[in-house]
């Protein structure tokens, strides 16, 4: 079985600041994927960044990155200058084994 | 691009009675879709996993005769929520993605269900 867990229920930031969601996760494949997801009051599931676990490098998507350390199995999401429209819940979602596990979520809140 | 589009996106109906979510990719071609169920203040739990002309893989403890999924074209798949009844009340949400496991899922809207 294939767990994701954020230790964070909650966040918050000021606004232009930067911010560092944690996400760590278990799982026997090798071969796997590792993704956040943000959902907004509207609920829609908006991909954010994703990382294959093959690649050492970084992924990084405009303000978004991610501080991928597989042999402590953390895939951590750093959002810098922060906007208002950064509040939402991030989930940290892990695929593999045909299955897309999803932790319980980080919500982010945004002080102007 | 990839876009997924979910309807309805919100439904009051009697306890007893079938509701149908249809969920379909707009700009490209799904092999496979996925659904999952949201309860409030909670994550996403995967139901099943459905790949266009193959029955759907269920997950443990969810009932196939009661979510009955079809996914009969490459960019269509639905959910019949059969005899519904309150507990079954939830966010419905669906997912599509094409070609392997390293593409993304998209995900629609989601589904507000709301059993009487």
């Known amino acids: 079985a294939q767990t994701v867990t954020q230790s964070q229920p909650e966040m918050s930031v000021q606004e232009a600041e930067t911010v560092t969601l944690s996400c760590t996760y278990d799982?026997?494949?090798?071969?796997?994927?590792l993704f956040w997801y943000k959902q907004p009051p509207s609920r829609q599931m908006i991909l954010v960044i994703r990382q294959e676990a093959y690649k050492q490098q970084n992924a990084t998507e405009n303000r978004f990155s991610v501080n991928f350390q597989k042999a402590a199995k953390s895939f951590s999401l750093k959002i810098s200058d922060s906007q208002l429209g950064d509040a939402a819940m991030y989930f940290c979602a892990l695929f593999g084994n045909e299955k897309l596990t999803f932790g319980t979520g980080t919500r982010l809140t945004i002080i102007p | 691009g990839a876009v997924v589009s979910q309807h309805p996106s919100w439904v009051i109906c009697k306890s007893g009675t079938s509701v149908k979510i249809e969920c379909r990719s707009l700009?490209?071609?799904?092999?496979?879709m996925f659904w999952y169920r949201q309860f409030p203040k909670q994550s996403l739990m995967l139901m099943a996993t459905?790949?266009?002309?193959?029955?759907?893989?269920?997950e443990q403890g969810v009932e196939k005769d009661k979510f009955l999924i079809n996914h009969a074209s490459l960019t269509l798949s639905t959910l019949t929520v059969t005899s519904a009844h309150p507990e079954d009340s939830s966010f419905y949400i669906c997912?599509?993605?094409?070609?392997?496991?390293?593409?993304?899922?998209?995900f629609g809207d989601g589904t507000r269900l709301s059993i009487l």
């Open positions: 459905s790949n266009e002309g193959s029955k759907a893989t269920y």
């Open positions: 700009d490209f071609q799904a092999t496979t």
């Open positions: 799982t026997s494949e090798s071969d796997y994927y």
């Open positions: 997912s599509a993605r094409t070609g392997t496991g390293s593409q993304p899922q998209h």
